[in-house]
C-alpha cells in the first residue's frame, strides 16, 4: 500500500507501491480514493529528485514533460479548477499515449523480453486515465482528480519509470553497445 511521509512538511510520496493494488475507477472505488485522499490540503506535488533517473536520457525528458503536466493537474485540481482540469487530463491522456508508443517501438524493435508485460501495464493505465476523465465529465469532481493523483497516478508514475522503464532502458542501453 502507498505510505506517506510522517513529517507533514514533506510532500514526497513513499514508493513502497505495489502494482496489484491497482485502484479500478468504478464509482465505489473512487469514492474510496476520495476518503482516503483529499481535503489533505497540501499540494503533493511532484519534485525533481522523486524523478528516477534511467539510462536513456530521451525517456527521462519525456518523464519529465509528464511529470510538470502532472503538477499542474494536481495544482488546477486543489485549486478547484473545473475548467483547466478537463484541458490538462486531455493533454496528459495525448502525451502518455503518445510516450508509450514510443517506449513500445522501442521495445518492437529491440525485441524486448518483457515486451508483453510492459505494453499491457501502459494499456491499463490509459484505460484507467480515460475512466477518469469519464468520471470528471460526470461528476466535475476536483477532490477525485486530485484524490486519483495523489493516490495513484502520482505514485504509478514514479514507480513504473523506476521499475519497468529502468529495465527497458538498462536493456536498450546495453544492445546498443553490443550491436
Ligand atoms: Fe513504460
Known sequence: ?????????????????????????DKGIMSFIIHFYSNKGTKTLITLE???????????????????IINRLETAAKDNNTEAVPEILKE?????????????????????PAFKTHKSEHDR??????????????????????AYVEGNLTPWTLHHADTMDRMLALFLEERATTV
Not at 500500500?1 to 475507477?25: A, C, E, G, H, K
Not at 496528459?92 to 524486448?112: G, K, R, S
Open 50 to 68: 522523486q524523478l528516477p533517473i534511467v539510462a536513456i536520457p530521451s525517456m527521462n525528458d519525456t518523464h519529465l514533460d509528464e511529470t510538470l
Open 125 to 146: 493505465h490509459l484505460h484507467e486515465l480515460k475512466s477518469v476523465m469519464k468520471y470528471f465529465e460526470e461528476h466535475k469532481d476536483t477532490r477525485a482528480i486530485s
Open 92 to 112: 496528459l491522456l495525448e502525451h502518455t499515449a503518445t510516450h508509450f508508443l514510443v517506449e513500445e517501438d522501442m521495445m518492437e524493435e529491440a525485441l524486448f
Open 1 to 25: 500500500m502507498l505510505r506517506r511521509s510522517t513529517n507533514s512538511n514533506d510532500i514526497r510520496v513513499n514508493l513502497d507501491f505495489r502494482p496489484d493494488t491497482n485502484i479500478s475507477t
